[in-house]
């Protein structure tokens, strides 16, 4: 069983920055895309950003385009979402997921994609 743990989250100021990172426990590397999902209560989970296990492929939500990088690193296994600009509509609970039927370049915003997600790490800017 794959466990996906996140970290980085914490409270900013708007225009402020932070990093998430996303692991896979047991793992040295991950041959999958992943991306970050978030979701704030009484809201449906909404796609921030994936990236395909090549590396090579990003796709980002309109909202977050430009403020907002997806990377990976260590033979894939860690990924990280670095949030600029941050405004206070992206407070919310940022979940990393990850895609086991994703090809190598392939990426995907459909929640319903993702395998196995995280427990979740609480992002809050304020005004």
């Known amino acids: 069983q794959v466990q996906l743990v996140e970290s980085g989250g914490g409270s900013v100021q708007a225009g402020g920055s932070l990093r998430l990172s996303c692991a896979a426990s047991?793992?040295?590397?991950?041959?999958?895309?992943r991306g970050w999902f978030r979701q704030t209560p009484g809201k449906e989970r909404e796609f921030v950003a994936a990236?395909?296990?090549?590396?090579?492929?990003?796709v980002y939500a309109d909202s977050v385009k430009g403020r907002f990088t997806i990377s990976r690193e260590n033979a894939g296994n860690l990924v990280y979402l670095q949030m600029n600009s941050l405004k206070p509509e992206d407070t919310a609970v940022y979940y990393c997921?990850?895609?086991?039927?994703?090809?190598?370049?392939?990426?995907?915003?459909?929640?319903?994609?993702?395998?196995?997600w995280g427990q979740g790490t609480q992002v809050t800017v304020s005004p």
């Open positions: 997921a990850e895609d086991v039927d994703s090809s190598y370049h392939g990426v995907d915003y459909q929640a319903a994609s993702y395998d196995y």
């Open positions: 047991g793992r040295a590397f991950s041959r999958h895309a």
């Open positions: 990236v395909s296990w090549s590396g090579s492929n990003t």
